[in-house]
């Protein structure tokens, strides 16, 4: 069976919804496996710049979720 090349989905945490735990959601209600991945763009506490200018790498931005949100969407 030939590997079949899938594309890399790239969001905001709160783009698809207005956080991780929902964009999740998103993901899993409508697009399935019609991806290959997702790669959040920044979801730290930032001082601006959409996310690109944290000022911790070691939490999630509350408004966005926790860890286990970010841990549930990777298993999938």
Excluded: C
């Excluded at 920044?42 to 408004?63: E, L, Q």
């Amino acid at each position: 069976m030939p590997i079949q090349n899938k594309a890399m989905l790239i969001t905001y945490s709160d783009s698809m919804g207005n956080n991780i735990k929902e964009t999740h959601e998103v993901l899993n209600k409508y697009i399935g496996d019609a991806i290959g991945g997702v790669h959040l763009l920044p979801f730290f506490p930032s001082t601006g710049d959409r996310g690109f200018a944290p000022y911790r790498y070691d939490i999630v931005d509350p408004a966005f979720g926790d860890w286990s949100d970010v841990k549930a969407l990777g298993e999938d």
